[in-house]
């Protein structure tokens, strides 16, 4: 009966210290601005604030960027390393199908290129074809001349024939006593002979008018057929699907190497060759030579702040105070991501994101997402003191004690 009486007393001892340690703690913790704004409230009078506190995290301008490849991908080769600065679009991994990608470029660059020699190697021959036929009509015209010395010869021909038959006649008509039989002879075989004469030159002229005309026609058609076999040679060679070809291998290439989007540093390097790419990034990037906080104001508190209004952040892991500007104003209260390292603050409070554009950011570029103390300059606006929950009264200040910035 003693053994469980001891006990009892000793946990009761340890609860009443445990709840004096909490309360001596919540009093500590107040700062005296935020008593006097309690005690102000408690008596119904508006208090001045010229400070809102919070917590925020040092970021590069437009956040940490996360670079990565498809999903499924390995890592071939990882070009650059942390701390290093790139510009918009450097190369900076290597997927592992890399190698694979080139060698079906420098193929389909090879095949595009003999397809190209091929069709001016085709291309020529049929433009010397087209040339030659172009020589064989012209020939084939020249012949025209020939036929007009044939008409001639039988024009002299036809004019010998006459004469020999006006001979023959005339030696017809005159007495035997006149014209030997021997005469007579001659001048019929002489009229004879003109008139086969003339018959053959009459054939030879009908031939060669013919063979002019065949040739004319033969060496159109030739021409012709050259000119339409040039004419489609470019046609007939897939240039074009070549090409395509070519861009297809460049894009797959492209998909095989991870370029920097913006200008700025490597921060971290997730993963290395031979890994494949899950849902986490290859690497992390940020635009360090602008950095900001981003600081988490109670959404109670947001309503004095304004564009323009001085900051300060400091934290133990920086060597000097950083000045800063209030730039740009969240639209929308969300759970606070920044916690508190005091065991007594609120882990679940509502705030608003508050960026402020930092006049030093070589201090700061050293230490990304560093959570840092923000306490912003405003001006003296009184406070409402009309929050209350429950029984307890509650200002602005008091009730964002996770964003608390001590500053000397």
Same mark, same amino acid.
């Given at each position: ?5 001891? #006990? ?7 609860? &009443? ?7 001596? !703690?919540?009093? !500590? ?27 925020? =995290? ?14 499924? $991908? ?26 694979? @990608? ?25 433009? $010397? ?9 012209? +020939? ?5 001349? +020939? ?42 075989? =002489? &009229?004879?002979?003109? !008139? ?35 004419? =489609? ?12 070809? /070519? ?5 797959? #290439? ?54 323009? +209004? ?27 991501? /920044?916690?508190? #390292? ?7 409070? @509502? ?14 570029? !050293? ?12 001006? &003296? ?28």
């Amino acid at each position: 009966m003693s053994r469980w009486l001891t #006990l009892v007393i000793m946990l009761l001892v340890v609860g &009443a210290i445990g709840v004096a340690a909490w309360r001596y !703690r919540a009093g !500590r913790d107040i700062s005296p601005e935020n008593q006097a704004a309690r005690e102000a409230a408690v008596q119904g009078m508006p208090t001045k604030r010229d400070s809102i506190a919070a917590l925020g =995290r040092l970021l590069p301008k437009g956040g940490v960027i996360d670079v990565g490849a498809l999903a499924g $991908s390995r890592v071939g080769q990882i070009l650059v390393a942390e701390g290093q600065t790139v510009a918009s679009g450097d190369p900076l991994a290597h997927m592992q199908e890399h190698a694979l @990608r080139e060698t079906e470029l420098a193929f389909a660059r090879t095949q595009l290129a003999e397809a190209e020699e091929k069709l001016k190697a085709e291309l020529a021959y049929a433009e $010397s074809v087209v040339r030659e036929s172009q020589i064989g009509l012209e +020939q084939s015209k020249l012949q025209v001349n +020939q036929v007009a010395m044939q008409q001639k010869k039988v024009e002299q021909l036809a004019a010998s024939a006459e004469l020999a038959n006006k001979n023959l006649e005339r030696l017809t008509g005159l007495s035997e006593r006149v014209v030997s039989a021997q005469q007579h002879e001659e001048a019929e075989l =002489r &009229a004879q002979q003109a !008139r086969m004469e003339l018959a053959a030159a009459k054939e030879q002229l009908e031939q060669s008018h013919t063979s002019q005309q065949l040739a004319v026609v033969g060496a159109k058609a030739r021409l012709a057929a050259a000119q339409v076999k040039l004419d =489609r040679t470019p046609a007939a060679a897939p240039l074009e699907s070549l090409r395509q070809g /070519v861009k297809l291998a460049e894009l797959k #290439l492209e998909q095989s190497i991870v370029r920097a989007p913006i200008d700025g540093r490597v921060l971290r390097i997730l993963l290395q060759p031979g890994e494949v790419v899950g849902q986490q990034p290859i690497m992390q990037l940020g635009a360090v030579q602008q950095m900001e906080v981003v600081a988490e104001v109670y959404e109670t508190d947001i309503g004095l702040i304004r564009s323009g +209004q001085r900051a300060l952040i400091t934290s133990p892991a920086l060597p000097e105070k950083l000045d800063g500007t209030v730039e740009q104003i969240g639209t929308m209260v969300a759970q606070n991501e /920044v916690m508190s #390292l005091d065991p007594a603050s609120r882990a679940d409070v @509502r705030v608003v994101p508050v960026h402020i554009r930092l006049e030093n950011s070589e201090a700061a570029a !050293r230490l990304v997402n560093l959570q840092v103390d923000v306490l912003i300059q405003v001006e &003296a606006t009184p406070a409402s003191g009309n929050e209350r929950v429950g029984s307890a009264l509650h200002t602005p200040s008091s009730e964002s004690q996770y964003a608390r910035a001590p500053v000397e």
